[in-house]
């Protein structure tokens, strides 16, 4: 099969990126949040709505047996996708914030105890700060935060001390930030925490996209992501766990699909992954992330890692020549996300204006409440780039940018 | 002048503008020349909380006539509120219930004013006509 490598070839199978907005070609710079779908997924995803139709694991009829296959094909393309050892480890979910959710409810039920505490970062996204704060006040446990510097890098030499004392259970971190898009030196916190016996979640949502992601290798025993960020439909998530942990953790959520059998005395529960996911999941949904991935397996692995570099290199130029531009998150480990504040302009007007010129940026605390603090603002403009996006867009974003500047100083 | 008037001359004043630019570039000056609400009345209780921008408002009651003051840390925020304020600010309760605020799509600003945009002018509005309703019944 002949792997695409070219731009345009990319953008192509992208429809939503050949529309205007306000009047002007869109410039979708809002990836971070979400991103745009490929025709196949979309195909699949119609397809299924107007057709493949029954519900999984229930049926012997024809549609439910096509609608199972479909979904337990795409936890095989997920389980490939991230390199885990079985189907069994890989629940899914409505998204990341479920995923974590799901642990920090799971786990903490079986492993955590008053007195004793969870390893987040500075840098967290609300979604992995809130649920543990939750799970921590039912429990009696504590959150202890692993500090960032300057640039919004872990302090790594500060880890030990938090681990030293054995209260900490559970680490719970970014791969890479949503507001910093800075790769984090999970690895070594990994190692670190082992060292100590405590397992890691690793919040992928936006680390999936950027990398290459192998959980045998990495060794956390969490990862969790989201479908939508990573080219497939919304309200789809995943949730990989190693078995040994995921077996001894009970089940979160009661209801269809999840159970051995149930009398009104006592129910047994179904095997992993069922165990984890009760009631009828988002199959569509699943089976257009397996799409997804399979879009991204016919993408040249060399042309993406590339091209980012490119962008990367483009987008520093370019901020580099807006006056008083502060970037946040300086590091040789970034990837094509970019946040900054120009002076004392207020994000939410540049957001605004740039909008008008068919560009979409996000603006405002970015849910990283804690990391606005640490860099004392409230808001920051945030650019972030995918796959599709072009050096063109980044000229086009620049020379906007600069102008939205003037009208508004 | 009537709140209607006072909306029919802003009308007015849009209509030259053929251009998103200088439109936006009209409101950013108006969001300049806003005259700053007190420092004191930038109070805790006089914010109201979009998710993007803050809005302070705050309101006196004279002579029967409801007086706005009020300020953003976003520009173009404040040059939409300058509006609002020049056709609230001076008038009777009643008169600020009944409105309607049609100049705003008028003026093609509805997008800068759904719920969506969460910039806090919505919930602008809605405070001014609680004022509005507080001092009607206060009378
Ligand atoms: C780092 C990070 N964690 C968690 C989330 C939450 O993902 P979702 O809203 O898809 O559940 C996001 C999404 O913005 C994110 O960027």
Redesign the pocket.
Known sequence: MELIKDISDIRHHFPALSQSVNGKPLVYFDN???AQKPDCVIELVNKMNSGINGNIHRAVHELSARTTELYEGARESVRNFINADSREEIVFT???????NLVANSFSQAFLKKGEAVLLTEG?????IVPWQMACERHGAKLRVLPVDENGCWKMELLDSLLSDGKVKIASV?????VLGVVNPIEELIEACHRFGVPVMI?????IIHSSVDVKKLDCEFY??????LYGP?GI?VLYGKKVFLQKMPPWMGGGDMVGTVTFKKTTYADLPLKFEAGTPNFIGAAGLGEAIGFLAKIDKNFIKEHEEILVARMLEGLASVDKLKLYGVSDRKISLFSFNVGNVHPTDVAMLMDKMGIALRSGM???EPLMSHFGVSGMLRASLSVYNTVEEIDYFVNSLKRVLKMLS | MTIKEAENQIIEEFSIFTDWLDKYEYLIELGKSLPIIKESSKSETNLIKGCQSKVWLAADYKDGKIYFTADSDAIITKGIISLLIRVFSGRAPQEIIDADLGFIKEIGLQDNLSPTRSNGLVSMIKQIKFYALAFSANK
Do not use: L, P, W
Not at chain 1, 94 to 100: H, L, N, P, V
Not at chain 1, 174 to 178: E, G, R, V, Y
């Open positions: 971070g949040a979400t409505s998204g990341t914030t479920a995923s974590i967290e996204h609300h979604s992995n970014a791969h890479i930030s949503n919040d992928g949502a936006q680390g969790v992501f989201s479908g939508h960020k919304t998530g970015m849910c990283a």
